[in-house]
């Protein structure tokens, strides 16, 4: 297998991807269960508060990362490096914009703190704890502009080794203060010097890989070219609007209308989701320059067959895990992990769990919506969903408390995901959409099968403790395989990373027995 290959570049940049998140992952696990029992609920629902506000603010950015380097393909490609240089020196000028225009709505929104947050067992003054977050906001800002040519050409590895290191490193630097000193201003601290390094550190990277970009540019970009990335801004920022409405306001009104302690125990819970989003997205994103590559020199046929290949990936590994999940995680929480100081009600970790599988499921078709550039077909009906999410979540979250507000999100994401079926289907492929709705169907009958069998084999499972919760991993997953392989080997999705499998294997064990040559030589 060729390592500069379309192949050879996604499986290098998975790997790494994956390696570098699992640290992550047991680190992050590790100092959420230190910050929960050194500072409590309270805190939890803070950071939690503090982070769905500025998720907001970042709205400022309105898709623009995107858009470039979307646009940043071809060039690439054509080893045009002055465009490159054109592309970032405009991405550089509206990146100082943005920051200046965080800035000031944030400011701007201290006087409203108040109303959104009360916590009386937290010492630190919410103002200044508020005001570290927002330049946590506007440190991730700083110099990201030159990892957009990193990913473009397909060498995410590169900035997912940087993040990853620098995250590790934040999180033993946490954990350490958190234990010695109980702080949280310095917890703040250390976020944002890990994230302003971690840009710099990716920034000179980019500059050595790519020296020309830091070369005098010569020109600018033509209007065409300008009036295009401005077309997929515009049609990008009702996408983000939607994305911001879905994810950016629930702990809001989680605050506001039942409490931020609340927003804590929820957040030891969707802490886990994020987890796991975050691996596989890192892993995703390592794809879609590939995708976006394959637009500029391949064809239709051949991007609707990685696509339903991403989606097979992405749905194998999600289903296992929500099925997990769905069976396992209030044990783990309340039994395991805290006490039943963190417990929720089931039926509440069940709506969560298909909220996450089908925002899950959802991001293969959008990473290959945004590496076709198909940012602004139906781009009105984002906004419509945005704005029928909040009123929602307004008439909902009284009567039904949390459950409310994750009803209204799975209802509008259903929304944004048979749209972006419809854009790529209908309009690109120009084949019917049923096609993958009708894969969806097949993995929910799948998954409702293994549900239904793991819950009868657990009515068995007398054991209690971290036996018996291993025991039940070990069955979920003997189970989950069982039917997987049964009714998926076949397939030309399941045969393909199949065979990659055995290729590695077989290259690894080449690189064995060239070492073994070489030492009887």
Same mark, same amino acid.
């Given at each position: 297998m060729d390592k500069n290959s379309r192949t050879g570049k996604t499986i290098r940049n998975t790997m790494v991807t994956m390696l570098c998140q699992f640290v992550y992952l047991l680190l992050s696990f590790i100092c959420r269960t230190i910050f929960t029992n050194m500072l409590g609920a309270e805190y939890l629902g803070i950071n939690g508060l503090f982070t769905n506000i500025l998720t907001i603010l970042s709205f400022a950015e309105l898709g623009f990362g995107s858009a470039l380097v979307y646009r940043m393909y071809a060039p690439l490609a054509n =080893?045009?490096?002055?465009?490159?240089?054109?592309?970032?020196?405009?991405?550089?000028?509206?990146?100082?914009?943005?920051?200046?225009?965080?800035?000031? #709505?944030?400011?701007?929104?201290?006087?409203?703190?108040?109303?959104?947050? @009360?916590?009386? $067992?937290?010492? @630190?003054?919410?103002?200044?704890?508020?005001?570290?977050? /927002? #330049?946590? %906001?506007?440190?991730?800002? &700083?110099?990201?502009?030159?990892?957009?040519?990193?990913?473009?050409?397909?060498? $995410?590895?590169? &900035?997912?080794i940087y993040t990853q290191v620098f995250n590790i490193l934040m999180n033993v630097a946490q954990c350490a203060f958190l234990v010695i000193s109980h702080d949280f201003v310095i917890y703040c601290m250390i976020n944002i010097a890990c994230n302003l390094l971690n840009n710099v550190f990716c920034s000179i990277r980019a500059n050595k890989e790519y020296p020309y970009i830091t070369e005098t540019v010569e020109g600018t970009l033509t209007d065409e070219e300008v009036k295009g990335l401005i077309t997929d801004v515009k049609g990008l920022l009702l996408t983000k609007v939607a994305s911001t409405a879905f994810s950016g306001t629930d702990n809001i009104f989680i605050s506001a209308f039942i409490g931020i302690k609340y927003v804590g125990i929820l957040s030891n819970y969707t802490m886990l989701f994020t987890i796991i989003n975050t691996v596989m997205n890192k892993v995703f994103d390592s794809v879609t320059s590939s995708i976006g590559n394959l637009v500029v020199t391949g =064809?239709?046929?051949?991007?609707?067959?990685?696509?339903?290949?991403?989606f097979f990936l992405n749905t194998s590994l999600y289903g296992y895990v929500c099925i997990g999940m769905l069976l396992l995680l209030r044990e783990f929480v309340t039994k395991i992990w805290f006490?039943?100081?963190?417990?929720?009600?089931?039926?509440?970790?069940?709506? #969560?769990?298909?909220?996450?599988?089908? !925002?899950?499921?959802?991001?293969?078709?959008?990473?290959? !919506?945004?590496?076709?550039?198909?940012?602004?077909?139906?781009?009105?009906?984002?906004?419509?969903?945005?704005?029928?999410?909040?009123?929602?979540?307004? &008439?909902?979250?009284?009567?039904? *408390?949390?459950?409310?507000?994750?009803?209204?999100?799975?209802?509008?994401? *259903? #929304? %944004?995901?048979?749209?972006?079926?419809?854009?790529?289907?209908?309009?690109?492929?120009?084949?019917?959409?049923?096609?993958?709705?009708?894969?969806?169907?097949?993995?929910?009958?799948?998954?409702?099968?293994?549900?239904?069998?793991? %819950?009868?084999?657990?009515?068995?499972?007398?054991?209690?403790?971290?036996?018996?919760?291993?025991?039940?991993?070990?069955?979920? %997953? /003997?189970?989950?395989? *069982?039917?997987?392989?049964?009714?998926?080997?076949?397939?030309?999705?399941?045969?393909?990373?199949? =065979?990659?499998?055995? $290729?590695?294997?077989?290259?690894? !064990?080449?690189?064995?027995? @060239?070492? !073994? =040559?070489?030492?009887?030589?």
């Open positions: =080893n045009d490096f002055n465009k490159v240089r054109q592309y970032l020196r405009l991405y550089k000028k509206v990146y100082n914009v943005i920051l200046i225009v965080i800035t000031v #709505i944030g400011v701007l929104l201290i006087p409203a703190l108040p109303y959104f947050v @009360e916590a009386p $067992n937290v010492k @630190e003054n919410l103002t200044l704890l508020y005001v570290l977050y /927002l #330049i946590q %906001t506007l440190v991730s800002y &700083v110099y990201v502009y030159k990892k957009s040519v990193l990913i473009a050409d397909q060498k $995410n590895y590169i &900035v997912n =064809n239709k046929k051949q991007t609707e067959q990685v696509l339903k290949r991403i006490s039943n100081e963190y417990a929720m009600a089931q039926s509440l970790i069940t709506l #969560i769990l298909i909220e996450f599988f089908f !925002r899950s499921i959802h991001y293969p078709l959008y990473t290959t !919506r945004n590496a076709m550039g198909c940012f602004s077909q139906y781009k009105w009906v984002f906004g419509f969903a945005a704005v029928l999410n909040i009123c929602l979540d307004f &008439v909902l979250v009284k009567p039904m *408390g949390v459950s409310g507000l994750y009803l209204a999100t799975i209802l509008c994401r *259903g #929304i %944004t995901y048979f749209v972006d079926v419809w854009v790529i289907y209908h309009m690109e492929f120009e084949k019917s959409a049923f096609s993958y709705f009708k894969l969806i169907i097949q993995w929910l009958i799948f998954l409702s099968l293994c549900g239904v069998v793991l %819950t009868w084999i657990f009515s068995f499972v007398g054991i209690e403790g971290i036996c018996g919760f291993a025991i039940k991993i070990l069955i979920t %997953t /003997l189970v989950y395989a *069982g039917f997987y392989f049964s009714i998926y080997s076949h397939t030309e999705e399941f045969c393909y990373f199949w =065979n990659i499998l055995q $290729n590695l294997t077989k290259m690894k !064990r080449g690189k064995k027995d @060239e070492i !073994r =040559n070489s030492d009887i030589s």
